[in-house]
């Protein structure tokens, strides 16, 4: 069995990754992921990533990634809100897995890390959203994730669809 290795990256470690992370973006997206785009266009995949990195060098965002064989299959971003009076709360947003790497735990294991990371960072509110029915939903649900409603017609898929938007939290203990 390969290892997988876990690690936060800096601004510039995620510049010089920027083609693997585009890969596993794009390779979810191509399996009709619903996660902000519609189609597999490299330019504006590429574009997020680029804004990534700024928010990373900024301090607004922490990235997570794991890597098989020292190539990054797997992503998780944790985004500090920047409202004072959400400075207590963290979304989690990009929690994507290469499809050559599904079924490994990579998933829950880059959610937990993320989690952690919140905690350690006094976050003791945790927020995200998800297509609703998608198998993302019940790996939330098994972490303990709580739903708190779903938005209808809330984002296109890939096909052109609307679909529904299950939004979810989770009350962490800060340090501990």
């Known amino acids: 069995m390969t290892t997988i290795t876990y690690s936060l990256l800096t601004a510039e ?15 979810c997206v191509a399996l009709g992921a619903s996660i ?3 189609s597999n266009e ?12 700024a928010s990373l ?16 299959v797997g992503t998780v971003i944790v985004e500090f809100c920047g409202k004072p009076n959400g400075s207590h709360r963290a979304e989690i947003a990009k ?9 490994q735990g990579i998933a ?17 509110l945790l927020v995200l959203d998800t297509r609703s029915g998608d198998a993302a939903e019940q790996l939330y649900l ?16 890939t096909r052109g669809e609307p679909e529904a938007t299950t939004v979810m939290y989770k009350q962490v203990t800060a340090g501990v």
């Open 142 to 157: 098994a972490q303990g994730w709580q739903v708190c409603g779903q938005i209808p017609y809330f984002a296109l898929s």
């Open 57 to 72: 060098a900024s301090g607004e965002k922490r990235l997570l990634v794991a890597r098989r064989q020292q190539k990054i």
């Open 13 to 27: 470690e995620a510049a010089k990754g920027q083609d693997e992370l585009y890969n596993v973006l794009s390779a």
């Open 108 to 124: 829950r294991e880059l959610l937990g890390r993320a989690e952690r990371l919140a905690e350690q960072e006094g976050k003791t």
């Open 36 to 38: 902000g785009f519609v």
């Open 42 to 53: 490299p330019a504006p995949m590429k574009q997020f990533w680029t804004g990534v990195i």
């Open 95 to 103: 929690l994507l897995v290469h499809p050559d790497a599904r079924r």
